[in-house]
Every structure is written in C-alpha cells, then in structure tokens.
C-alpha cells in the first residue's frame, strides 16, 4: 500500500480586536488610511463605518442590490465594487470617505448555470504579482472555485486559477479574498466553514500555505476580509455584523 497522504493541520485563527459595526449583513470590507472602514450590506449599499458612530450609507451605492465584493487601490482612491446577481463591476473615485464619480466596467464572465453569477469578493493584487500591472481578482464562489484574475479597468479575463485540491477538501463555498501587502499571499474565506486559506502564488498556480479556522455560526457568518495598509487583517460578519481583526504572520 502507498502512503496516506498527510492530513492538512487547520490552526485557529486569534482575534486580536473586535467591534460591532451596525452593519448587519455586511458581506465585504475595505479599510481606509484614517481608521475607518467601508462596508458592504448586500441589500443596501455601501457604509462608511467609523467606531461609535452611527453608519452612514454612500448615496452613490444606494440601491444597489446583491452587492459581495469591495475593494480599493493602495492610495484609498478608487473603489472597486462586485454584485453577485449578474457580476456587475463599478469602480467609484473616494473622496473623504465617500464615493464621487463612478462607472460601471461590466460584468464578470458566467462560469456556470446557477441562477446567481457566483463571483464573490474582489482583491486588487499589486504588479507584479500576477502579471507586469496591478490586477482585480475575484473568487468563484460555488463550482468551479476558482480565482479569476481580471484587467481592473475593462475587465478582460487574465487567468481562472482553481483553488488548491488540499485546500478544496475543507472550504464550502468562496466568500471573499484579499491580499497580504507584505508578502503577496492570497487569503480565501470560506464563511459557513468557518476556515481561511492562505495561498502561495507559485508559477502560474495556487498553492496552500496553511489554513486557519475563524469563529461562525448559522447566526452570524464570515462573509468579508481586507488587508489594510498595515497588513492587518480585517474581517466582517453577516448575522450580527462584527468587526474582527485577525492575527496574522508574515
């Protein structure tokens, strides 16, 4: 008989900080330079969320339905924004928090037949990690789960990469992903798991780094995560909509 393959060894992941938002069905997050955050809520837009104040919608993003992927340029300048529905993609100039002028890109490719687009999350990846320029990335959330790597201003498919067979065993459906500033690994959550992959972008392909367990519930899930300037981590909660920032080497 050949050798059982190891086992791949799950760590828990240590919250470091955590806050209510205000924002209960927040499914993505994106932090800004002076401390605040914008949050996405699926049926009612985008938040500007600062702690102990009370959320304010952006009127830009009002209306705006089914929206699960937010993400912004190293700046703070440009905001990228996802609605699983159909995979539109807006991108918005950020003044002072809210968003100015913005357009719509178009929509992500239709991978499968379900009645929902199934991209979830977005993450802008720095040149050089996936290509000469920066690029938009998205995770698939159901079959194929795969990260779609994307020109971010006409949308052009670069690359689908499927998620890791080791890392695949243990996540349920893709919620989000973000990127680590400091060393370029790709972090995909899986919220009803409860479980974040890290990922190595090595030669074309993903490869799993480690993966660690994040608190969930059927009441309050794991739906959004972004890396700040700082490379901290930052996730948020679909239920009763915490802030959490999660401990994470480099």
């Given amino acids: 008989m050949g050798k059982r393959p190891k086992e791949r060894v799950t760590l828990p992941a240590v919250v470091e900080e955590s806050w209510a938002l205000g924002v209960q069905e927040a499914s993505a997050v ?112 159901r079959k194929p789960r795969v990260v779609g790597v994307f020109d971010p201003d006409d949308l052009h498919e670069e690359a689908l990469l499927p998620i890791p067979k080791d890392a695949k065993k243990l996540l349920g459906d893709l919620n989000d992903l973000a990127v680590d500033p400091r060393n370029g690994h790709l972090f995909v959550l899986s919220g009803k798991a409860g479980l974040l992959a890290e990922l190595r972008h090595d030669d074309g392909s993903l490869v799993t780094h480690r993966m660690l367990s994040v608190a969930a519930s059927k009441r309050d899930v794991p739906e959004g995560l972004a890396f700040d300037r700082g490379g901290r981590l930052w996730l948020v909660t679909d239920g009763e909509g915490w802030l959490r920032r999660i401990a994470v080497d480099a």
Avoid: I, M
């Fill in 30 to 141: 994106a932090p800004l330079a002076d401390g605040s955050l914008l949050v996405v809520d699926d049926e009612q837009g985008v938040f500007h969320c600062r702690r102990g104040e009370t959320p304010v919608v952006l009127a830009a993003t009002a209306g705006l339905a089914d929206l699960e992927g937010l993400c912004l340029d190293p700046a703070g300048e440009r905001a990228w924004v996802l609605a699983e529905r159909d995979g539109s993609v807006w991108r918005y100039q950020v003044e002072g928090g809210d968003f100015a002028a913005g357009e719509r890109l178009g929509k992500l490719p239709r991978l499968s037949k379900t009645k929902n687009q199934g991209w979830e999350g977005l993450a802008l990846a720095p040149a050089g990690l996936f290509g000469e320029t920066a690029k938009l990335l998205a995770a698939h959330q």
